[in-house]
């Protein structure tokens, strides 16, 4: 059994198409788990990732901070205690507001 605390884990900044944002690999293929990754995104007020698509799904649910998930249909307002199901090739972006965005996304090791 592993018990990790996110500020042991390292901070990986994102750059050119992301602002402000922040992941912290929580749980991955590195610590043994064979099937999901589990990632933490910090967003500062204001921070934004890109807008993106790919082959595999996201699970999310926002922690803290309030924000908009947007994709082809336009923004949904997310705020702590939402979740956020992202389907294979779906186009998507989050954006933080005022008091930045915390989230929890889980993601498959191997993508189809």
Known sequence: MLVRNRSDVETITYGDEAKGVEMRPLITEREGAPHFAMRVFSLEPGGHTPYHDHAWEHEVFVLAGTGVVRGADGE??????????????ETHQFRAGTDGLQFICCVPNHPA
């Open 76 to 89: 949904r307002a997310l705020r702590a205690g939402d979740a956020v199901f992202v389907a294979p090739q």
